[in-house]
Every structure is written in C-alpha cells, then in structure tokens.
C-alpha cells in the first residue's frame, strides 16, 4: 500500500504545481486559468489526491504498529476532509453577502 500511496502524493502535488503555474498564466490568458476550467470538483481532486498520500504515508510509518486496513480508513478520511475543505474555501463570507431586499 506505501506505493499506492506514493503515487497518489506524487500525482497529486504535481498536478497542484500545475495547477499553481497555470493560476499565474490564467491572469493573462483566461482560458488557462484552472478555476475557470476544473471549478471546486478540481480543487477538490487535487486536494484529495495530495492528502490522501500524505495519509497514508503518515498512517504506515507511524510508530504504532497499525494494519493497512486501518491505515487506508485513515488515508480516505483525510483525503475526504480535504476535498471538503477545498470546496468550502470559496464561499462567500457572511460581510460578502448582498443584503436581501424587501
């Protein structure tokens, strides 16, 4: 499983140095700009891949002797809370929202 989980962090933090480099083209040439293109469900996927192998890692080489089921629960519920949290970071605030009209 240390392998699943290696490739897993090595797709994933390559495609959030993509994602970085094509976020700075994007200012120039709008169609490059990955939030335009992928939305919320690529932040999504790229933060659930980078977590998912820092997981799974963390949770195999911990001192604790831990089994890989165990290991792989840990993995996926890190890698859910960052695809939540990835979401949720564009919302707007509650000083953001237009006031309702009567």
């Known amino acids: 499983m ?3 989980y290696a490739v897993a962090l090595i ?7 993509a994602w970085i480099f094509a976020t700075y083209l994007g200012n120039e040439r709008p169609l490059m700009d990955p939030d335009r293109r992928f939305g919320r469900w690529g932040r999504r ?3 659930g891949l980078v977590a998912f192998g820092i997981g799974g890692l ?5 001192p604790r002797d831990i089994t890989w089921p165990v290991s792989l629960l840990l993995a996926l519920l890190g890698a ?15 000083s953001e929202k237009q ?4």
């Open 45 to 47: 996927l790229v933060a």
């Open 80 to 94: 859910a809370a960052a695809a939540w949290y990835a979401g949720w970071i564009d919302r707007p605030q509650a």
């Open 2 to 4: 240390v392998k699943v």
């Open 99 to 102: 006031p309702a009209e009567p």
């Open 11 to 17: 797709v994933g933090l390559s495609a959030l140095i």
């Open 58 to 62: 963390s949770a195999e080489f911990s």
